[in-house]
């Protein structure tokens, strides 16, 4: 009943915009009830950030004709938006996916009654100067760096033709994620094609005459004692394909599976596999074109290898089980790939098992939790400098006498960016050089360098193992060519695929990054503690009337509370798996999401402490901090008003959360550094 009113207020509304404004006697009216006016739909527009509802009665027109109705109908409320038509996309939701849409699409080809469609201003690509976005009628400039992150380009489209050539050796961290973000394409060099065809050429020999060995012409774990004969080889590969798809939970993100993508193509680039190089040149071709299969998040022991999420990565390889492309959204894998101008691969003898013996899952999902935490300390830092100066802190626990006579790497580096970041003669601050109370500080000011220094050390271990990983032969059995000094070519059945370097060092990188929202959530209690602060309880005014940051410290003090849990190493753990034959594994999978899930929460208490902090100097006002911290403040305040009174924290947290997540809490404060004291241009 709700339904049908509704749509008999659109399309009394939609009716109404459409008659004629010059007194016509409502024969044009009528003309548009014949057409059908049952036929109108109501799309919800997202614009800026704001909802609007959109009737539409001629469905035969152009998105661009939804994206100007929906300016003009904003503009009726008195909000000023300015944007060219042509130089928007547009994103329609559905359920926990979108679909990407272009302006000259038909309204009535691509939406229906009720859907959600975003807004979404087009990069230009080397474009100079700035773009104009203006809301409020207020104008902002926005460099063409920072409306890259308030526009970015839609997940799974490839916004840069840059080209990384894959070999098996060269990948790393940063170029890891641009491929993740679909911001470069992949190419195979005639070189590891050499070498594929070399080593497939020894598996093929075996085949022909008859040579028994594991992965090839037999079983697998318990059962590699069957010998499966010469014309039953191909049906082995696509049976432990299907056998082993048995992931269960939410499916990976777009960008953790291209990463998984990626990482095998890398591996199986090095040419150890045995596997067939057009199986290479296939995955490389579905990469570039985003066909994206759908890998659920649950079901590995990360040993041997990630074997059910490669299992649902090589499906669809096969043209089996679900995909998603940016022509398509998600479909059936067959069809996915057909729209995408491709067709399932044919499988031969070692391809199946060369598709899903690694770690790639473990270092895809695993390497998104590292770079995040590496965007956390530096953000840490950031944030802590500013509570030291509201909370009357000292710097001269940061001298580089006090870290010369303990000269850990982390520990003199987050000391020196303190110093850079704290009142110094460069970057004075008001604040500081107003009498102190206090002579000594609390730990969670006076240790950041001691505690964030070895998180700071954890990670660069972390980054060295998964470099290293990431590069590295992970198959079962491994094929070698014949080398100098060698009689002949040799297949050896080993346990690279196994994934305890990459499963402890995430274990690692959990407790190391969860110590920095143990300090944050008790600098925040001091912000927030008038005993501790001389600042207003909860840092808002009228205390009592208003609860202020009450709830947000208890939002805190929550999400450190499970990090805690979550920081037990599941490398610890095994489970004896395959009747006995594969009697210790890493549990590296859960190891990789964990860490993530860490490390997502972390920013948030991070968020709310910066929120808390930027709340903390309106109070101090008209005292100003240093420099570079004043930009940080700026930068908050861009996106979230002061707390004058009472108000839902959820959504301010949630900005502050993305600022930190997308690094521009150091990308704010780096114009005021000479040099970067952390990681310089690592």
């Given at each position: 009943k709700q339904w049908y009113q509704r749509r008999e207020r659109v399309e009394e509304a939609a009716m109404q915009a459409f008659e004629p404004k010059n007194?016509?006697?409502?024969?044009?009216?009528?003309?548009?009830?014949?057409?059908?006016?049952?036929?109108?739909?109501?799309?919800?527009?997202?614009?800026?950030?704001?909802?609007?509802?959109?009737?539409?009665?001629?469905q035969n027109q152009s998105l661009a004709?939804?994206?100007?109705?929906?300016?003009?109908?904003?503009?009726?409320?008195?909000?000023?938006?300015?944007?060219?038509?042509?130089?928007?996309?547009?994103?329609?939701?559905?359920?926990?996916?979108?679909?990407?849409?272009?302006s000259s699409d038909i309204i009535k080809d691509v939406l229906s009654d009720g859907d959600m469609v975003e807004i979404v201003v087009r990069k230009t690509k080397g474009a100079k100067g700035s773009q104009?976005?203006?809301?409020?009628?207020?104008?902002?400039?926005?460099?063409?760096?920072?409306?890259?992150?308030?526009?970015?380009?839609?997940?799974?489209?490839?916004?840069?033709?840059?080209?990384?050539?894959?070999?098996?050796?060269?990948?790393?961290?940063?170029?890891?994620?641009?491929?993740?973000?679909?911001?470069?394409?992949?190419?195979?060099?005639?070189?590891?094609?050499c070498k594929l065809r070399e080593t497939r050429s020894i598996v093929e020999d075996i085949v022909q005459k008859g040579y028994v060995r594991y992965g090839i012409n037999t079983g697998f774990g318990l059962l590699s004692?069957?010998?499966v004969e010469n014309e039953k080889l191909v049906e082995l590969q696509y049976n432990i394909i299907r056998s082993h798809c048995a992931g269960i939970g939410e499916p990976l993100s777009l960008e953790a599976t291209r990463r998984m993508m990626a990482l095998r193509i890398n591996v199986l680039a090095k040419a150890f596999s045995g596997c067939n190089p057009g199986l290479v040149e296939h995955l490389v071709e579905m990469f570039n074109k985003n066909c994206v299969p759908l890998i659920p998040a649950q079901g590995t022991v990360g040993a041997s290898g990630d074997l059910a999420p490669l299992a649902h990565l090589a499906q669809g390889v096969i043209g089996e089980g679900?995909?998603?492309?940016?022509?398509?959204?998600?479909?059936?894998?067959?069809?996915?790939?057909?729209?995408?101008?491709?067709?399932?691969?044919?499988?031969?003898?070692?391809?199946?098992?060369?598709?899903?013996?690694?770690?790639?899952?473990?270092?895809?999902?695993?390497?998104?939790?590292?770079?995040?935490?590496?965007?956390?300390?530096?953000?840490?830092?950031?944030?802590?400098a500013m509570v030291l100066d509201i909370l009357e802190g000292h710097t001269n626990a940061f001298d580089d006498r006090v870290h010369a006579i303990r000269p850990h790497?982390?520990?003199?580096?987050?000391?020196?960016?303190?110093?850079a970041l704290c009142h110094s003669a460069k970057y004075p601050s008001e604040i500081y050089e107003q009498e102190k109370h206090d002579v000594q500080d609390p730990y969670t000011i006076r240790c950041v360098p001691q505690v964030v220094g070895v998180t700071m050390d954890t990670i660069n271990f972390v980054e060295g193992i998964f470099t290293t990983e990431i590069n590295s032969a992970t198959d079962n059995p491994l094929v070698f060519g014949a080398e100098e000094g060698a009689e002949e070519a040799d297949i050896i059945s080993a346990g690279n695929f196994h994934g305890e370097y990459p499963a402890k060092s995430l274990d690692f990188l959990t407790i190391a990054v969860h110590e920095i929202g143990n300090m944050s959530e008790r600098r925040l209690e001091r912000l927030c503690n008038p005993?501790?602060?001389?600042?207003?309880?909860?840092?808002?005014?009228?205390?009592?009337?208003?609860?202020?940051?009450?709830?947000?410290?208890?939002?805190?003090?929550?999400?450190?509370?499970?990090?805690?849990?979550?920081?037990?190493p599941s490398s610890a753990d095994t489970q004896s798996t395959s009747a006995g034959k594969e009697d210790h594994v890493s549990m590296g999978g859960w190891s990789a999401r964990k860490a993530l899930r860490v490390v997502k929460n972390l920013e948030n208490v991070l968020a709310i402490e910066l929120l808390a902090a930027c709340q903390a100097l309106e109070f101090k006002r008209p005292l100003r901090t240093t420099e570079p911290l004043e930009a940080v403040y700026r930068l908050v305040?861009?996106?979230?008003?002061?707390?004058?009174?009472?108000?839902?924290?959820?959504?301010?947290?949630?900005?502050?959360?993305?600022m930190i997540e997308k690094n521009l809490i150091w990308e704010t404060v780096a114009e005021y550094l000479d040099s970067d004291p952390l990681w310089g241009d690592h």
């Open positions: 007194g016509a006697d409502g024969k044009k009216l009528s003309s548009y009830r014949k057409v059908g006016v049952k036929s109108v739909i109501c799309v919800h527009v997202k614009l800026d950030g704001i909802n609007i509802a959109v009737p539409v009665i001629n004709h939804l994206a100007k109705e929906a300016i003009a109908r904003l503009e009726d409320t008195g909000i000023s938006c300015e944007m060219e038509y042509n130089q928007c996309y547009f994103k329609k939701f559905h359920r926990d996916e979108f679909y990407i849409m272009k104009k976005l203006r809301t409020n009628s207020v104008s902002t400039d926005v460099s063409s760096a920072s409306a890259a992150e308030e526009f970015p380009e839609p997940a799974g489209i490839i916004v840069d033709e840059s080209i990384i050539d894959v070999n098996g050796y060269n990948l790393n961290l940063k170029s890891l994620m641009r491929l993740g973000k679909g911001e470069a394409k992949l190419s195979l060099s005639e070189e590891p094609l004692k069957v010998v679900k995909m998603w492309s940016p022509k398509t959204g998600w479909g059936d894998a067959i069809e996915v790939l057909a729209a995408n101008d491709m067709v399932p691969y044919q499988l031969t003898p070692k391809d199946g098992l060369s598709l899903i013996n690694g770690t790639q899952f473990i270092c895809g999902v695993g390497a998104e939790a590292l770079q995040r935490a590496k965007h956390c300390l530096r953000s840490t830092v950031v944030i802590a790497l982390g520990q003199k580096r987050v000391a020196a960016t303190l110093k005993t501790c602060s001389n600042l207003p309880a909860f840092l808002v005014d009228s205390p009592g009337l208003n609860s202020g940051f009450m709830i947000p410290h208890c939002t805190s003090a929550a999400l450190v509370s499970e990090n805690k849990t979550l920081c037990f305040r861009s996106k979230v008003e002061p707390f004058v009174k009472d108000r839902a924290f959820t959504p301010d947290i949630e900005v502050v959360q993305g």
